[in-house]
């Protein structure tokens, strides 16, 4: 029993020597949203960021990210700045039955590529007024003019999703899981609160 614990404890050391910082802290910071949503802070996230759980195209399993997303006449959308090479996208593509949370809760979706022209320039236009910053920088990026013209003409490398509602199965959503440290976390800051002497 002892040598399998100290060859245990031999390999836990081992492998937290071979984890470098700086890809602990890029998988933290990428995978934040989601820790922040189990940790029962989806109400306050999820006015800007979306929870996506979808099928792995190659695996068959349950694949979640976290993106920002906008909403436009109460149509959630969101947008793919990493080309369809992004394995999130890749999975859509492959299966947009999907389950959304945000803070108006978890929601059964279709994720639904925006091709109509009409629908794409209202997109266009809310980020001109919202957030021009980014789509100003977007066009750079795609060598692009911002003018209906140009959208158009281009609107193959513009890639937004819409989600529709469904009744069709999708896939589980994140839990609210990790919400029991709060109160544990109170009562440490309670009892290691420094007491004043009277």
Known sequence: ??????????????????????????????????????FGLGPILGRFVMIITQINHKTGNPYK???????????????????????WYRNILANPRV?????????????????????????????QLRNPKFIANHFVDLGMQANRKEILK??????FL??????EPTPRGLE?????IWPLLLIWMFFTKPRRKK
């Open 65 to 87: 990210t976290s993106l920002e997303f906008f909403e436009i006449n109460g149509l959630k959308y969101v947008a793919n700045v990493f080309g369809i090479q992004s394995q």
């Open 162 to 167: 819409r989600f529709d509602p469904t009744s």
């Open 99 to 127: 389950t959304i949370q945000t803070s108006d809760g978890t929601e059964q979706m279709i994720a639904v590529p925006v091709t109509q022209d009409d629908e794409l320039i209202t997109i266009i236009e809310w980020f």
């Open 176 to 180: 609210v899981d990790l919400a029991w």
């Open 1 to 38: 029993m002892n040598n399998q614990m100290e060859t245990s404890l031999r390999t836990l050391t081992d492998s937290v020597k071979n984890v470098k910082p700086q890809v602990f802290f890029d998988h933290f910071r990428s995978n934040a949203p989601m820790y922040a949503w189990r």
């Open 154 to 159: 281009h609107k193959n490398a513009l890639t």
